[in-house]
Structure formats: structure tokens, C-alpha cells
């Protein structure tokens, strides 16, 4: 083979026991990385986001270079939907069910919860975010946000849910049917936890109208009277909603209405 060549063997054993380069070793740990964040978007993003992604991350990658890495490794985003066509339907994991079915009153706190995620404008681009909701006092009782819509940032929110939750009995946590809440992480996390995952139907929004509820509400309040430069001006903000605005004032209600039953009895 190096007389086909014209390589020398010495040249040939010189090179198979060169150590690998550092550049090499860079591309291996930022191919980690990539499919990393492609897993927790649920396979969605292709490179100009992923680049972003990374960007946001303080990674330096050009995003030629994140688009040869992912075109070589078989790495590819969804591709954007044609008109008239309905996008990928996710499927809920094996018995899990809808166990709210629209019903969104609840007699008791922390007896059930309902979790979404919406997104926030910037300069910078977007800000996501995570919440979780009781259905009994309207208290946002966990919230995580992210320049991604990952799972991780899901299962922060419900445990700072978790860690506030008054005792250990089931609680039924409702969600849609996103890949950060079918995910095996997430899911385990609800099991280990005394958390029932209870999950919409494809396309019914309605099976989620609490949470959505609470984020038109922000919006209107707040989100669309602002213009954030920067992601941590709006986490600042939406911080400041969220624990000095809309929890105390729900906490306001919930008090009115035990003094209202105190009275009655």
C-alpha cells in the first residue's frame, strides 16, 4: 500500500502513532455537546439554531463548522413544514393517561398541578420558560427559565415544586405531549417522586387552558409593556411578576376565601 502510495513506511507508522490533534479532540467534545442539545430538543433543530444554541453557551464554533459536524455524523433538524401537512405527533409514554379531562378545580393544595412552557422576545432572542401550577390556588409553585426548551429546565421546575409541596401524598402533575415532558428523565423524575403524569391530547389546547390561562394573563400584564434587550432582563422581570405580583396576589384570594368559609361556619 504506500509503494501504490509512494508513501514511506516509516512516514506511514509516524503517522498511525501521532497522538490526535487538538483540534480533533475539540471537534469530538463539541460533536458531545451537539448531540446533547439535539436530544433535549426533541431532534428539532438543525444548524443555524443549534449554532445559536452553542453561541448562547459561550461556545466558539463557526457555524460551518457545527453544519459540517452534523451533515458528517447524520445530524439533521426537522425541515419546516409544508403547507397543508400536519407536523410530528408525539406519543404518550405507555400508560400514561389524561387524567384531569378539563377538570381544573381542586378541593386541596398540591392535589393537582398543571406545567407548560412559553416563550419570551429579546434582543438577545428567546427566553423560555417553565411553570408549574396548582389548580387549587392558582400559585405559580415552580418556575425555571432557559435560553432552550429542554428537559432539564422542565424537571427544575417541578422540583422547586416538589420542594415546596406540604407533604408527600400523589400529586397529579397534567402536561401536553412536548418531547421535554415524554422524555425518560422527566418521567422518572415524576415517578421517584410521588408525581402522576397526566398528559393532554394531540391538538387539544383545551386540555391545558389553566396554564395557558396564566400565560395569556402574563403577557397581557406584563410581557407585552415591556421590550427586553438582554434574556436576564426579562428573567428579572418575569422573577418580579411572577414572586412579588401574581404569587402574592393569589395568596391574597386563597386568605379571602378561607375567612369567607370561617365566617359562613
Known amino acids: 500500500m504506500c509503494r501504490c502510495l509512494k508513501v514511506s513506511a516509516s512516514g506511514y507508522y509516524a503517522w498511525a502513532s501521532r497522538p490526535q490533534s487538538s483540534r480533533a479532540t475539540a471537534n469530538e467534545s463539541l460533536l ?44 439533521q433538524g426537522w425541515p419546516r413544514r409544508k403547507r397543508g401537512r400536519l407536523g410530528r405527533a408525539s406519543n404518550r409514554p405507555q400508560g400514561i393517561q389524561n387524567h384531569l379531562e378539563r377538570d381544573f378545580s381542586a378541593l386541596e393544595p398540591d392535589t393537582k398541578w398543571v406545567t407548560d412552557i412559553t416563550e419570551i422576545s429579546t434582543q438577545e432572542g428567546k427566553l423560555f420558560l417553565c411553570v408549574v401550577l396548582d389548580l387549587f390556588s392558582k400559585l405559580i409553585v415552580g418556575w425555571s427559565m432557559h435560553h432552550r426548551q429542554d428537559r432539564q429546565m422542565v424537571i427544575r421546575a417541578v422540583q422547586m415544586a416538589v420542594w415546596q409541596r406540604q407533604g408527600k401524598t400523589p400529586v397529579i402533575l397534567h402536561s401536553d405531549r412536548g418531547s421535554q415532558f415524554t422524555s425518560g428523565d422527566y418521567q422518572r423524575y415524576l415517578g421517584s417522586n410521588d408525581l402522576v403524569s397526566s398528559m393532554s391530547a394531540v391538538g387539544h389546547c383545551g386540555d391545558n387552558a389553566a396554564c395557558e390561562g396564566f400565560f395569556g394573563m402574563l403577557k397581557r400584564e406584563r410581557v407585552h409593556h415591556r421590550r427586553y434587550r438582554t434574556q436576564d ?33
Open 32 to 75: 458531545q455537546r451537539i448531540r446533547e442539545i439535539h436530544d433535549d430538543s426533541g431532534g428539532m433543530l438543525g444548524s443555524p439554531r443549534m449554532h445559536e444554541d452553542l453561541a448562547a453557551e459561550g461556545v466558539a464554533a463557526s457555524l460551518n463548522r457545527v453544519a459540517r459536524l452534523m451533515a458528517k455524523h447524520g445530524i
Open 233 to 265: 432582563e426579562a428573567r428579572a422581570d418575569l422573577f418580579e411578576y411572577i414572586e412579588l405580583f401574581h404569587n402574592p396576589r393569589m395568596r391574597r384570594r386563597v386568605a379571602a376565601q378561607d375567612r369567607k368559609l370561617t365566617a359562613v361556619l
